[in-house]
C-alpha cells in the first residue's frame, strides 16, 4: 500500500525553526516529484516547495529564502527545513508525492498532515 508519513510538526516561537520529513513506501520514489503543501482556515491548498526527480526546487513566494526542501532516494524520504518562521506559517503541512507511471500518467499521494504552530 502507499503510505506518506509526516512528521517533525509542533509548536515553536516566532523567529524559530523546525524539519518536517516525509517518510514513503509502496510507491516509485526516485520516479516521483516531491512536494509540500499547507492549507489555512478557509483558503485554498497551497504548494510551499517541490522537488523533482531531478533535483529541481520551487518554492512559493512567501517561503523562499527561510524554507529549504530536500530528498534522499535511498532512504525514501523528503525534508522541509523551516526557518525565521512566522504566526503565518501556522497550518498543517501535508507531504505529496506525484509518481510518473508510464508516459503521461502521474497518480498524486498525500499524507495526513503535521502541525506547526508559530506563536510567542
Known amino acids: 500500500q502507499v503510505q506518506l508519513v509526516e512528521s517533525g510538526g509542533g509548536l515553536v516561537q516566532p523567529g524559530g525553526s523546525l524539519r518536517l520529513s516525509c517518510a514513503a513506501s509502496?510507491?516509485?520514489?526516485?520516479?516521483?516529484?516531491m512536494g509540500w503543501y499547507r492549507q489555512a482556515p478557509g483558503k485554498q491548498r497551497e504548494l510551499v516547495a517541490s522537488?523533482?526527480?531531478?533535483?529541481?526546487?520551487n518554492y512559493a513566494d512567501s517561503v523562499k529564502g527561510r524554507f529549504t526542501i530536500s530528498r534522499d532516494n535511498a532512504k525514501n524520504t523528503v525534508d522541509l527545513q523551516m526557518n525565521s518562521l512566522r504566526p503565518e506559517d501556522t497550518t498543517v503541512y501535508y507531504c505529496?508525492?506525484?509518481?510518473?507511471?508510464?508516459?503521461?500518467?502521474?497518480?498524486?499521494?498525500w499524507g495526513q498532515g503535521t502541525q506547526v504552530t508559530v506563536s510567542s
Open positions: 509502496g510507491i516509485f520514489f526516485s520516479m516521483s516529484t
Open positions: 505529496n508525492a506525484k509518481e510518473q507511471s508510464g508516459w503521461a500518467s502521474i497518480t498524486n499521494y
Open positions: 522537488i523533482t526527480t531531478a533535483g529541481n526546487t
